[in-house]
């Protein structure tokens, strides 16, 4: 049995005396140990589809099935069997410290004592939370604190975890903490994970697979290698360097803009790594300073729902 199934889903709202419609009859599975991105723009329908997944909001039609159940019906029941973490929203108790959250979790899955010390012990020691135990939950920093929501969602030992934008906001190194412990826990626990994000960075780091979605329908459901390297395969490396010059010739880049002492230089990593690049740059002038700038989901959408996702097969 899939761990995801749905067929025909659609939602609409009534605005005004005008019917508005969220999602607009989409289809997919996802299989048991997926890991899948699910993105789109804003007003996509992304959320809309989480909500409806999750028991929150009722289709208008369509079926839905989550490990097996209706989520709308069986939402208690469900909600023992997966784990759920919006970037916006919070599972912690803001003025208490993070230890008594966790504890409050605990009663309210009603997960034995030993089991639940077991758990917290581990992923407390695998997402370095253990100093953080006893601070209340607003002293903690942004990165902090989604260790702790990722902790809070895990502790009744989901199969099935919805992230919804799990690393907006975060610094790159909490980033790639979040990162790395999510696929060790696909990896050695086989948790299904659906992912919703703007970072297409973080589709391609975790999912093999993606769907996109715009207008409430799917655009795409396939490879994410193969439509990353199709729109979204080029980098942007901008360079700050000591003093004003003519755009740097660079072997497998180009520069597409300069301000300044600033360049922003296009690659694709196919035809040069960013460490070349940096490399080469060092050689033709003095680096200040350097960042990455990552394609935009939206740009990839766009292109793709303009007709391009011809091209991409």
């Known amino acids: 049995m899939s761990t995801i199934e749905v067929a025909g889903l659609r939602r609409t ?6 019917t508005v419609t969220a999602v607009d009859g989409i289809d997919f599975t996802v299989e048991a140990g997926e890991m899948v991105g699910y993105i789109g723009p804003n007003g996509a329908g992304k959320s809309t589809t989480i909500k409806m997944l999750t028991g929150i909001l009722v289709p208008t039609s369509g079926r839905i099935r989550v490990a097996g159940l209706e989520p709308a019906r069986r939402r208690t029941e469900l909600a023992r069997r997966i784990g759920v973490v919006f970037g916006n929203r919070s599972l912690l108790w803001w ?17 034995p004592a030993p089991e639940h010390r077991r758990r917290l012990a581990e992923l407390a020691d695998v997402l370095e939370l253990g ?14 604190r989604m260790r702790g929501e990722l902790t809070a969602a895990l502790l009744h ?4 975890l919805f992230l919804d934008e799990p690393t907006v906001g975060l610094d790159i190194v909490s980033r790639a903490r979040v990162r790395e412990f999510l696929l060790r826990l696909n990896r050695e626990r086989g948790v299904t994970v659906l992912l919703t994000t703007h970072d297409l960075a973080d589709i391609e780091r975790l999912c093999p697979r993606m769907l996109i979605i715009d207008h409430g329908r799917v655009l795409y459901d396939g490879g994410t290698a193969e439509i990353a390297a199709r729109f979204g ?7 700050d360097l000591a003093e004003s010059r003519p755009p740097l010739q660079l072997t497998g880049a180009s520069v597409v803009r300069t301000d300044g002492p600033r360049q922003w230089i296009r690659f694709r990593p ?3 790594t960013a460490a070349q690049l940096v490399a080469a740059v060092s050689e033709q002038a003095p680096l200040v300073d350097l960042a990455i700038e990552e394609p935009d989901i939206e740009e990839v ?5 303009t007709g ?4 991409a097969g």
Not at 131 to 144: A, H, I, K, N, T
């Open 95 to 111: 003025d208490l410290p993070l230890r008594q959250s966790f504890d409050l979790l605990r009663h309210l899955y009603r997960v």
């Open 13 to 18: 709202f009534r605005v005004r005396r005008a």
């Open 301 to 305: 959408v766009r292109r793709i729902y």
């Open 270 to 272: 196919a035809d040069a």
């Open 157 to 160: 030992a989901p199969e099935l």
């Open 308 to 311: 391009e996702l011809t091209e």
């Open 131 to 144: 100093p953080l135990f006893d601070r209340p939950v607003r002293q903690l920093s942004l990165g902090q």
């Open 233 to 239: 395969g080029t980098r942007t490396l901008v360079v």
